[in-house]
């Protein structure tokens, strides 16, 4: 078993670029230079398909399994099926049906688990013990998702524009850690600031606390994508030293940043995409007269969601 | 009075590059090879800047007077203060809100109407009494409107994509003669077929007579960009030996369109802007298996509106 992987496209050739585009109306009503480099557009919808598809390129297994009931998914089906390999996606059974959809949409095979009787990890383990050949992939904490991610960062550093502060959303830590690399490795120092769910503040109290802390159970923020109980040991080492700060942002100002992204901005952001303006709007003085990027991180969400949201 | 027009910013320096994507899972939807060409995150959010810039920076008056319900207005109101100019725009009492809002946060000068009492163009032709050395712009209708829009036509045609078709919304014209004449001034003879309102085709209805026919009054079709009577004179010389065809979207399929952007592209448009999709929903064995091109003319619409469509 095994593929060269040597002869699979690389992420570069891949990975669409993020679109940057400076919002003047959103930023007047935030008091900032705005820009937003946007994933909404990237393949499947969300940065996830830069991890997804480094990690499906670069190991050699042709089989990977995962769980996510969202956006990993997507990107680990879309980059599997790119490369001919194949995917198991553990998913929950009451998942969004849209989200069962673009998986199986994508090629992937969806394995659904009532989450009461088994939990996820179990059920990838169990998976892992039926596929031995398989590779067990992490959404979050996995030193070749950090490098995917880190596409980004780079991006961001080699941008024409000058921003004093990126703001991106904060789950795992995988976006955050891979932007702060990405940025690194081509030698721009722009501070990287965290917008997290104060409902899952983990990673605040992590950074207070100079150790990892967990939440007890998943919170159940409105921004999906940021519900991981704690952050990963790997994006740890990076974020412990290398963030610039984290703000922690009420629920009503994600949907508010939802919002004005769409009315303001013209973007429809998924919540956790809205974090980043959700942090301006909590802390305006932090702010306050900066040039801003702000990362939303993807746009998948449900219609009805997102309407309830806008109106 | 009078600037000299030359120190004007050219508008190739002030206007921002659509933005191209292809959307692979819309595309399989329809049976095409899908790229959107979107003015969503154009200056004001629509195309309309580009003819506005053009108009504002090239005639020498200081002030510019213009009816509009829509995105003319902030369009105009944006270019006017970016040169240093004034504009007033004559808008209907009972139009949008967020559309009186948003030509006065550009600077411009709103002039509200009750068109019971007096029309649109009554009230331009009042207020160029009163104002004997203001320019009075047309929406859609004129070389230099059509000279602005012309640089998306150009910008598509230097694509490194290859298009068999270019789908692009119809209303007054300005859009579609634009584009026929940026791709001609680059050497690109891709085809541009015009999605128009079947519920206001004049546009149809003048190819099929081989003159400009027009709507008895205003169509309420939901693409409220696209309700102008009649095609402009100066358009109407283009369209009628540069035009692909025109294809007649019924008022549900524009809705489709909007939602299908929303859902499988995370794409925010507005009605007028879900008229090409429109198109290949309603007339998909005119389309199938070819790589297209759709035009989404722009993204501001009421989110109330907007949460109605998607849902």
């Given at each position: 078993?095994g593929?060269?992987?040597?002869?699979?496209?690389?992420?570069?050739?891949?990975?669409?670029?993020?679109?940057?585009?400076?919002?003047?109306?959103?930023?007047?009503?935030?008091?900032?230079?705005?820009?937003?480099?946007?994933?909404?557009?990237?393949?499947?919808?969300?940065?996830?398909?830069?991890?997804?598809?480094?990690?499906?390129?670069?190991?050699?297994?042709?089989?990977?399994?995962a769980?996510?009931?969202?956006?990993?998914?997507?990107?680990?089906?879309?980059?599997?099926?790119?490369?001919?390999?194949?995917?198991i996606?553990?998913?929950?059974?009451?998942?969004?049906?849209?989200?069962?959809?673009?998986?199986?949409?994508?090629?992937?095979?969806?394995?659904?688990?009532?989450?009461?009787?088994?939990?996820?990890?179990?059920?990838?383990?169990?998976?892992?013990?039926?596929?031995?050949?398989?590779?067990?992939?992490?959404?979050?904490?996995?030193?070749?998702?950090?490098?995917?991610?880190?596409?980004?960062?780079?991006?961001?550093?080699?941008?024409?524009?000058?921003?004093?502060?990126?703001?991106?959303?904060?789950?795992?830590?995988?976006?955050?850690?891979?932007?702060?690399?990405?940025l690194?490795?081509?030698?721009?120092?722009?501070?990287?600031?965290?917008?997290?769910?104060?409902?899952?503040n983990?990673?605040a109290?992590?950074?207070?606390?100079?150790?990892?802390?967990?939440?007890?159970?998943?919170?159940?923020?409105?921004?999906?994508?940021?519900?991981?109980?704690?952050?990963?040991?790997?994006?740890?080492?990076?974020?412990?030293?290398?963030?610039?700060?984290?703000?922690?942002?009420?629920?009503d100002?994600?949907?508010?940043?939802?919002?004005?992204?769409?009315?303001?901005?013209?973007?429809?952001?998924?919540?956790?995409?809205?974090?980043?303006?959700?942090?301006?709007?909590?802390?305006?003085?932090?702010?306050?007269?900066?040039?801003?990027?702000?990362?939303?991180?993807?746009?998948?969400?449900?219609?009805?969601?997102?309407?309830?949201?806008?109106?």
């Open positions: 078993m593929k060269d992987t040597r002869a699979n496209p690389s992420l570069s050739e891949v990975v669409r670029s993020t679109f940057v585009f400076e919002a003047p109306r959103l930023g007047s009503r935030l008091g900032v230079t705005l820009f937003v480099a946007t994933e909404t557009f990237q393949r499947t919808g969300s940065f996830k398909f830069r991890a997804a598809y480094n990690v499906a390129s670069r190991v050699p297994q042709d089989q990977i399994l769980a996510s009931s969202g956006n990993f998914g997507q990107a680990l089906a879309c980059a599997t099926k790119m490369l001919g390999k194949s995917c996606v553990v998913m929950p059974a009451n998942s969004a049906k849209v989200k069962i959809a673009a998986v199986e949409e994508y090629g992937g095979k969806v394995d659904l688990i009532h989450t009461g009787r088994i939990t996820r990890s179990q059920r990838v383990a169990e998976l892992a013990r039926e596929y031995p050949d398989a590779y067990v992939a992490s959404a979050y904490d996995d030193p070749l998702v950090i490098e995917g991610n880190a596409s980004l960062g780079s991006e961001l550093g080699r941008s024409p524009h000058r921003f004093d502060v990126i703001v991106a959303p904060l789950g795992g830590g995988g976006l955050a850690s891979g932007i702060i690399s990405g690194k490795s081509v030698g721009c120092a722009t501070p990287v600031i965290a917008a997290e769910p104060l409902l899952a983990d990673g109290r992590s950074m207070r606390e100079g150790r990892i802390v967990a939440n007890d159970r998943e919170a159940q923020t409105i921004a999906d994508g940021a519900r991981t109980p704690s952050l990963g040991k790997h994006n740890w080492e990076i974020l412990r030293t290398g963030l610039g700060g984290i703000s922690e942002v009420p629920e100002s994600i949907r508010d940043g939802v919002r004005l992204l769409f009315t303001h901005a013209n973007l429809k952001a998924e919540p956790t995409g809205g974090l980043g303006v959700g942090a301006l709007l909590a802390e305006p003085d932090r702010f306050r007269g900066k040039t801003v990027c702000v990362v939303v991180s993807g746009g998948n969400v449900d219609p009805a969601t997102f309407a309830a949201m806008i109106s």
